[in-house]
């Protein structure tokens, strides 16, 4: 590495330690690539503080929580769009029979993939779904989101909505005759050697390795510091996933299956996808004027963007709730992965808002990508 590479690296490994003395998380890991060469890759604070601290590694597995909407159920989609099997401007109706809720009858699954469906954002549905076996909470679950009311005629209002991908997942079911979890595993992450991408069960015992997991908030309900499973109240009613959250994995992880995708938008893979396929997905839809969304996935809006003041135009990303996010310039070809517990022990803490653009700004500016 020269001394000017140094520098750069320097000042970026300093300003992580600056979000540690700011309280913007308790630990971190940051992970940049010019195309398939990380140029970045660092580790800073603990990945537990409470009821022990733990020091954050490289290795350390993340709860991704809305990652899981682009890197699992996008995905899926993604693939049975692929092989014919979904059609994206077809309405729900055809996969999910019977179907006796006229209300959503125009709905398809463009709309759900770009939070223009007219659906609600978010609701509790864990308060009632734990009193249920959890074998049927899913269905439960489903019927209670046909029968909520629609916030918004569908293509007129862009909100973000859990509730869509919540449904997604149910078409992925339909459509593919396998769970979600199943799917992706035998589609992506085994094929790609993803050992630490997974939806989360919450059946699974893991207490041998809880520890090597980002711990995330202090759940009052569950009455405990959740660590090795998912922080999403619904999700974990759900049994551990849903299509809105759930998915865990480490920043490597996550960087190897961004590749994959990356390289067939640009056309140099094409075992998992089609080029098509791909670019489709990561293209702005516009359905509703002045909506940044593509399908699945952001895309930088002009003010006030989670990834800064220097990513391009056909640039895509997401953020998580629990303090991760993942930013791709496809033009410049810059991966920006970076993951955090900010939530740990407390939620409140909403300091990664104005300290991630930053972060963007400064790797763009360190590495003259802008």
């Known amino acids: 590495m020269s001394n000017d590479e140094r520098q750069m690296t320097n000042k970026i490994t300093v300003f992580l330690k600056t979000g540690l003395k700011q309280k913007v998380y308790p630990g971190a890991v940051l992970l940049v690539a010019q195309g398939e060469d990380i140029v970045f890759f660092h580790n800073v604070g603990n990945r537990a503080v409470k009821p022990k601290p733990l020091p954050m590694e490289k290795e350390t597995i993340f709860d991704l929580a809305s990652l899981t909407k682009p890197l699992a159920t996008t995905l899926a989609i993604m693939k049975l769009v692929d092989e014919g099997l979904l059609d994206l401007d077809k309405p729900i109706s055809y996969p999910i029979q019977p179907f006796p809720w006229k209300e959503k009858a125009d709905i398809t699954t463009r709309l759900l993939l770009n939070h223009s469906a007219g659906l609600l954002d978010w609701k509790p549905f864990y308060l009632e779904l734990i009193t249920h076996p959890l074998e049927e909470r899913k269905s439960i679950l489903r019927q209670s989101i046909m029968e909520e009311s629609l916030c918004h005629e569908p293509k007129t209002v862009s909100l973000y909505s859990d ?21 992706l595993d035998a589609s992506f992450y085994h094929p790609l050697g993803l050992e630490t991408l997974y939806l ?15 711990a995330t908030e202090y759940c009052p309900w569950r009455e405990e510091i959740i660590q090795g499973h998912v922080h999403d109240e619904n999700a ?24 994959a995708l990356v390289k067939i938008y640009h056309g140099t893979r094409s075992d998992l996808l089609s080029t098509e396929t791909v670019r489709t997905f990561f293209s702005r839809q516009a359905i509703v004027p002045d909506s940044t ?5 952001d895309t930088p809006s002009q003010k006030d963007s989670s990834s800064g003041n220097y990513f391009s135009p056909t640039s895509v990303g997401h953020t998580g709730f629990t303090g991760t996010s993942v930013w791709i310039d496809l033009e410049k070809n810059i991966t920006v992965i970076f993951l955090t517990n900010r939530i740990h022990p407390s939620r409140s803490n909403e300091k990664i808002k104005d300290f991630r653009p930053k972060l963007h700004d400064l790797v763009m500016r360190q590495f003259r990508y802008c």
Do not use: C, N, P
Request: hydrophobic fraction near 45%.
């Open 163 to 183: 509730l869509g991908f919540m449904l997604l997942e149910w078409i992925i079911e339909i459509t593919a005759g396998q769970d979600l979890s199943s799917f």
């Open 200 to 214: 989360d069960h919450v059946t699974s015992d893991r207490v041998h390795e809880k520890e090597s997991y980002a």
């Open 236 to 259: 974990y009613a759900l049994g551990g996933y849903s299509g809105h959250a759930g998915l865990f994995g480490t920043a490597l992880d996550v960087f190897t299956l961004t590749t």
């Open 293 to 297: 969304y593509a399908l699945g996935w």
